[in-house]
């Protein structure tokens, strides 16, 4: 049996996943993507992994600056993830101006009021396929409110996920 590109992103699509903007800033610029393909490697020393697709606009500035800050989405940010997923066409300092942005450790962007974010240096980057498969190393967390609903993609949408304070 073989499986087509298009049976696989069909199949994916019913893989409910977080929504994640990922940043990058330093003397390469900056640069994001929104992405749910984010998943935690270890907790010592605390590690995360981001898949990126190697043709990503923000894929220069990421190698060059050495650092990303995972930012998970809140329920209320979806244009925010809508602008960082290409919908809406702007350049990528246009991108920024969704949003409120500050910075922690590395000199990532953070988005303000994301329901939390991890601030990583990048320990390394591996190319399979399409996709870079990068190795991030937390060197800080800022959470949201735990009010905040989440949101996730599936079925192609956004969807509000999670409870107000549970």
Known sequence: MSVTKQDFRDAMARLGAAVN???TGGPGGRGGFTASAVCSVTDDPPMLLVCMNRNATAAPALRQNG???VNV????QQEV????AGVTKC???ERFDAGTWATLATGAPVLQGAVVSFDCKVADIVDKGTHSVIF???????SGSQ???GLIYFGRDYHPVGKPGG
Not at 73 to 76: D, F, I, M, R
Not at 136 to 142: M, N
């Open 21 to 23: 903007i990922i940043t």
């Open 67 to 69: 650092n990303v800050c």
């Open 73 to 76: 989405v809140a329920a209320g």
């Open 81 to 84: 993830a809508m602008v960082f």
């Open 91 to 93: 350049s990528m300092a």
């Open 136 to 142: 991030a190393e937390v060197a800080g967390i800022r």
């Open 147 to 149: 009010h905040d609903h």
